[in-house]
């Protein structure tokens, strides 16, 4: 008598984001047809609409978290779930939408919605970690798709998946790409993005967004320092911070220090002002006063 090995329970869920994570899956083609023999694939509604009831063996959880019910669906997954893994910039970062942050949420609601008070949105976008536990975080906007692959045929052999976490500036090099940042002052998130598009933008001469967040060890303040030198404002270099990975800690502490640095800036800038505008009238009225002599 022989029996079937059972297979793992795939779910794969939506919060706040575009699909894009989701699609990169779907993009396997080739890949993806042998995937329903290796997992049963019992939730994934931009696949099917067919839904199995958990438990599940591995969750893939795509986009951010933004409304208490989404609070409420992170802890429903995570109690379903044997491992939850977080794709994409919005599940590990807060993505795009991690820009509110910096805002007054009520402000956006307002603008976007003809009837705001049937809006209920939390004051942040927050990644899926900062309410359940999460076995193990897949970057990039959107994920690549061989490296979703690789997580998911490591996990089914029982092995740790092999995903880089140096910087985008190794792959830049095995391309042999000429450094935008050091040959044309570029401004360029390489050298703190963690690796995993194959260099894509620096190889079209455009420099990194960071779409793929912080590499494990990424030094902002040494590259913020090297952009300055190159004549990057704190006003430019916040603006290059606070993007795709805007609510990335490492991102987002060095675009505080650069917001602080353009308030000051600023707040110089003002005073010099007025005391110039000051020194000028204190002229004019000295001139008049010898006139009138």
Request: with cysteine.
């Given at each position: 008598?022989?029996?079937?090995?059972?297979?793992?329970?795939?779910?794969?869920?939506?919060?706040?984001?575009?699909?894009?994570?989701?699609?990169?899956?779907?993009?396997?083609?080739?890949?993806?047809?042998?995937?329903?023999?290796?997992?049963?694939?019992?939730?994934?509604?931009?696949?099917?609409?067919?839904?199995?009831?958990?438990?599940?063996?591995?969750?893939?959880?795509?986009?951010?978290?933004?409304?208490?019910?989404?609070?409420?669906?992170?802890?429903?997954?995570?109690?379903?779930?044997?491992?939850?893994?977080?794709?994409?910039?919005?599940?590990?970062?807060?993505?795009?939408?991690?820009?509110?942050?910096?805002?007054?949420?009520?402000?956006?609601?307002?603008?976007?919605?003809?009837?705001?008070?049937?809006?209920?949105?939390?004051?942040?976008?927050?990644?899926?970690?900062?309410?359940?536990?999460?076995?193990?975080?897949?970057?990039?906007?959107?994920?690549?798709?061989?490296?979703?692959?690789?997580?998911?045929?490591?996990?089914?052999?029982?092995?740790?998946?092999?995903?880089?976490?140096?910087?985008?500036?190794?792959?830049?090099?095995?391309?042999?790409?000429?450094?935008?940042?050091?040959?044309?002052?570029?401004?360029?998130?390489?050298?703190?993005?963690?690796?995993?598009?194959?260099?894509?933008?620096?190889?079209?001469?455009?420099?990194?967004?960071?779409?793929?967040?912080?590499?494990?060890?990424?030094?902002?303040?040494?590259?913020?320092?090297?952009?300055?030198?190159?004549?990057?404002?704190?006003?430019?270099?916040?603006?290059?911070?606070?993007?795709?990975?805007?609510?990335a800690p490492e991102f987002a502490q060095e675009a505080a220090a650069q917001e602080a640095a353009a308030q000051e800036a600023a707040a110089q800038e003002a005073t010099t002002r007025g005391g110039a505008?000051?020194?000028?009238?204190?002229?004019?009225?000295?001139?008049?006063?010898?006139?009138?002599?």
């Amino acid at each position: 008598m022989t029996t079937t090995a059972k297979r793992p329970r795939l779910a794969v869920w939506k919060f706040a984001s575009c699909d894009g994570c989701q699609l990169s899956l779907l993009d396997l083609e080739d890949e993806l047809l042998a995937l329903p023999q290796a997992v049963d694939i019992s939730y994934f509604l931009e696949m099917t609409s067919a839904v199995a009831e958990g438990p599940y063996d591995i969750s893939l959880v795509e986009g951010s978290v933004t409304t208490p019910h989404d609070i409420e669906r992170a802890k429903e997954v995570r109690a379903a779930s044997r491992l939850v893994v977080a794709i994409g910039a919005c599940a590990t970062a807060g993505g795009i939408q991690s820009l509110r942050n910096y805002a007054e949420v009520g402000d956006y609601v307002s603008t976007v919605y003809a009837h705001p008070e049937f809006i209920r949105a939390l004051a942040t976008s927050a990644p899926i970690s900062a309410y359940v536990k999460v076995d193990f975080e897949l970057r990039g906007c959107p994920v690549d798709r061989y490296q979703l692959l690789e997580l998911v045929t490591a996990t089914l052999a029982g092995r740790a998946p092999r995903i880089p976490t140096f910087s985008v500036c190794q792959e830049c090099k095995a391309k042999g790409n000429v450094c935008l940042l050091v040959a044309s002052s570029v401004p360029c998130l390489g050298p703190v993005t963690r690796a995993g598009c194959g260099a894509l933008c620096p190889s079209v001469g455009r420099g990194c967004f960071g779409c793929f967040g912080p590499a494990a060890t990424a030094n902002t303040s040494s590259l913020s320092a090297r952009l300055a030198a190159d004549g990057a404002t704190p006003e430019a270099q916040l603006r290059l911070l606070r993007t795709f990975t805007a609510g990335a800690p490492e991102f987002a502490q060095e675009a505080a220090a650069q917001e602080a640095a353009a308030q000051e800036a600023a707040a110089q800038e003002a005073t010099t002002r007025g005391g110039a505008a000051h020194q000028a009238s204190a002229s004019e009225a000295a001139a008049q006063e010898a006139a009138g002599r």
